[in-house]
Nanobody
Framework: QVQVVESGGGSVQAGDSLRLSCAAS????????LGWFRQAPGKEREFVAG????????AYGDSVKGRFTVSRDDAQNTLILQMNSLKPEDTAVYYC????????????????????WGQGTQVTVSS
């Protein structure tokens, strides 16, 4: 089993920055992909960003490219999402997810590919 715990959500103004963290524990992440998804009220869950743990390869959803940066802290087994230039449409519950074994360097953007999920953290951006 993998335990996944997000932190760092909150309420900010448009244009502000916010940093989310995700602590993953219980299994090695060496072959894993860790991703961030978000779900706004009345909308489907969407892929935000992901990183292949061993290579550092990253991928981003179109709506956040150029504003969000995903990174990892190997020593702490922690995934980071730095969110800059936040917009009201970024308001959502943000979820961290783990695809524990990904043989190639690709990053899946569909939620079904991910085995373990955190409880989510709320991000609210007001105009």
């Amino acid at each position: 089993q993998v335990q996944v715990v997000e932190s760092g959500g909150g309420s900010v103004q448009a244009g502000d920055s916010l940093r989310l963290s995700c602590a993953a524990s219980g299994r090695t992440l060496m072959m894993a992909v860790l991703g961030w998804f978000r779900q706004a009220p009345g909308k489907e869950r969407e892929f935000v960003a992901g990183i292949k743990w061993n290579s550092g390869n990253t991928a981003y959803g179109d709506s956040v490219k150029g504003r969000f940066t995903v990174s990892r802290d190997d020593a702490q087994n922690t995934l980071i999402l730095q969110m800059n230039s936040l917009k009201p449409e970024d308001t959502a519950v943000y979820y961290c997810a783990v695809d524990l074994f990904k043989a190639d360097d690709g990053i899946e953007t569909t939620e079904g590919a991910y085995n373990y999920w955190g409880q989510g953290t709320q991000v609210t951006v007001s105009s």
